[in-house]
């Protein structure tokens, strides 16, 4: 009953709007992004296969278009630090794509109704925080994809099961016509199996840098993400290695002292160089040292 009443929502394909509505739905795919990779593929595709990224705080889709526009290949939306929520990240994902970059989400904790919720919004992949265990990113892995079944004990088993996992086996075409850019992201990204969702384990812990080795080895990790901040190098050193091993990807945020093009070269393919709320901070304390030559950013001459 509720996809009849759906299905009698959409507008006629023929009579006196038909037209308007060929109009509109033709002004809306013309500002689709025209490339439909997704991001997991396009990291996937060679050894040079590289995205910049940054960091959404601020939870402004104007703000969010306007990093993309910018020539970002990635949005994190950052739900780990930043007031954002769910319903919010909808306008961010859709803005991001818009302009034609890739959005993915960095969650806050490992939360069952968090990472279920944030998957059926149209995100590209996660990123979870603070992971120091196998056992955390095991966990991360079920809960993407497969809530209710456990797959450890069987390799072959675990293969088949990320091939055919129910997510990205959804159909969300029956969507209508005011949403029908969400429901057909959300779908066009849950009917690819294999290259659909980017999964990524954050290590920013010498805790989780020690047991690199073990959580890069997670069937169904695509991605080992490194957050310096309170790494040493050494422990840095060990998380790329353990990540090489693996035959796991590589991203981070960018570690102190080094350019963009050093941890590309490096071997990382996804480098958060920036944020929104940094470069916006940067751009506002620009204008007023030009304005004001002379006088601090405080105001103070």
């Given at each position: 009953a509720a996809e009849n009443l759906v299905l009698e929502a959409k507008p006629p394909a023929s009579g006196p709007k038909a037209e308007l509505v060929k109009w509109v739905a033709s002004g809306r795919q013309a500002r689709l992004a025209p490339d439909t990779e997704t991001l997991v593929a396009k990291l996937r595709k060679g050894k040079h296969a590289r995205a910049l990224g940054a960091l959404a705080r601020l939870d402004s889709a104007p703000a969010m278009e306007l990093i993309a526009k910018s020539g970002f290949d990635v949005v994190v939306?950052?739900?780990?630090?930043?007031?954002?929520?769910?319903?919010?990240?909808?306008?961010?994902?859709?803005?991001?794509?818009?302009?034609?970059?890739h959005a993915i989400l960095r969650v806050p904790a490992l939360s069952h109704a968090h990472l279920r919720r944030a998957l059926q919004i149209g995100v590209e992949g996660v990123i979870l925080p603070h992971v120091e265990s196998a056992d955390e990113a095991y966990e991360l892995v079920k809960l993407c994809l497969y809530p209710s079944q456990s797959y450890r004990d069987d390799s072959h088993a675990a293969e088949a099961r990320l091939r055919n996992q129910p997510f990205r086996r959804m159909d969300f075409s029956f969507a209508p016509p005011l949403v029908e850019?969400?429901?057909?992201?959300?779908?066009?990204?849950?009917?690819?199996?294999?290259?659909?969702l980017l999964v990524a384990a954050q290590i920013d812990s010498p805790l989780g840098a020690e047991n690199a080795r073990a959580i890069a080895k997670v069937t169904g990790i695509d991605m080992i993400f490194v957050d310096a901040l309170?790494?040493?190098?050494?422990?840095?050193?060990?998380?790329?290695?353990?990540?090489?091993?693996?035959?796991?990807?590589?991203?981070?945020?960018?570690?102190?002292?080094?350019?963009?093009?050093?941890?590309?070269?490096?071997?990382?393919?996804?480098?958060?160089?920036?944020?929104?709320?940094?470069?916006?901070?940067?751009?506002?304390?620009?204008?007023?040292?030009?304005?004001?030559?002379?006088?601090?950013?405080?105001?103070?001459?």
């Open positions: 939306v950052d739900h780990a630090r930043g007031p954002g929520d769910l319903l919010g990240a909808v306008g961010l994902i859709h803005a991001a794509s818009l302009a034609g970059a850019f969400y429901g057909q992201r959300v779908a066009e990204f849950t009917r690819r199996q294999g290259e659909a309170r790494l040493s190098g050494l422990d840095v050193e060990r998380v790329e290695e353990a990540a090489r091993s693996a035959g796991k990807m590589l991203g981070g945020l960018l570690v102190p002292g080094c350019s963009a093009e050093d941890m590309f070269r490096a071997g990382y393919k996804l480098v958060c160089a920036a944020s929104d709320q940094h470069l916006l901070s940067m751009a506002a304390r620009t204008c007023v040292r030009t304005l004001r030559p002379g006088g601090g950013a405080d105001g103070s001459r």
